[in-house]
């Protein structure tokens, strides 16, 4: 049983359009973060939200977690071929709930943006 | 470059073989995290070494083992290998693990 479900799984979209991906859990997570990982490469951390209903800008990203803190969601504005890799979410659980430092991630998003 | 090296990035061995993939840890962090990432699981935690001393474990196989020098560098060795060992893996560290990691670029390993 995945902790972590992202959906979609898979998106392919046309430069210039926008999308949502969520991360959503049954748990309850002391913090929750997005990487983005390219081929050949390690996932590199984009954002960390810590804060139930916190929304975090980074350029035309958008991170929103949610009040419980048991979701978020990543929106990306006017994407670009640039911003084709998979995206991950990843939480640290809280302590009543089994947490300890590891992080828990989700399958991941993968995202294509053509020219 | 994320400051979190790992060695060797290509890594092809046949089956009951044993491997040591090595990881440099980012300058001033203490805990390192292995992962194992394969398309069908994707990120799946190992094992964390804080200063030296085993933190926390995950679904780690018997057959695998980890360790933290000193110089803060660690090993993960995995022996016997099967087939199903091939994925890749991940080294990571942090001094504020609340606030996230820094990844390696990770070893491919290829069990054939």
């Known amino acids: 049983t995945q902790l972590l479900e992202q959906s979609p799984q898979f998106l392919s979209i046309q430069e210039g359009e926008n999308l949502t991906v969520y991360c959503n859990s049954s748990s309850v997570f002391s913090s929750l973060q997005w990487y983005r990982q390219e081929p050949g490469e390690g996932p590199v951390l984009l954002v960390t939200?810590?804060?139930?209903?916190e929304v975090k800008k980074l350029k035309r990203l958008t991170f929103q977690f949610g009040d419980a803190r048991k979701d978020s969601s990543l929106h990306i504005t006017a994407a670009q071929p640039g911003d084709t890799g998979l995206y991950l979410c990843?939480?640290?659980?809280?302590?009543?709930?089994?947490?300890?430092?590891?992080?828990?991630f989700g399958k991941g998003m993968k995202l294509t943006v053509n020219p | 470059d994320s400051g979190v090296t790992q060695t060797p990035k290509h890594l092809i061995t046949a089956t009951g073989q044993r491997v040591t993939l090595r990881c440099s840890p980012r300058?001033?962090?203490?805990?390192v995290y292995w992962y194992q990432q394969s398309l069908d699981q994707g990120l799946q935690f190992l094992i964390q070494?804080?200063?030296?001393?085993?933190?926390a474990k995950g679904n780690i196989l018997e057959r695998f083992s980890a360790q933290q020098f000193p110089d803060l560098h660690s090993e993960l060795n995995l022996s016997s290998l099967e087939l199903g060992d091939s994925a890749l893996y991940f080294c990571?560290?942090?001094?504020?693990?609340?606030?996230?990691?820094?990844f390696g670029s990770g070893t491919r390993l290829t069990v054939v």
């Open positions: 300058s001033g962090d203490l805990s």
């Open positions: 990571a560290s942090s001094s504020r693990p609340l606030y996230g990691y820094t």
């Open positions: 990843a939480g640290r659980l809280q302590p009543s709930q089994g947490g300890s430092e590891k992080l828990v």
């Open positions: 939200v810590v804060t139930g209903g």
């Open positions: 070494y804080y200063n030296g001393e085993e933190r």
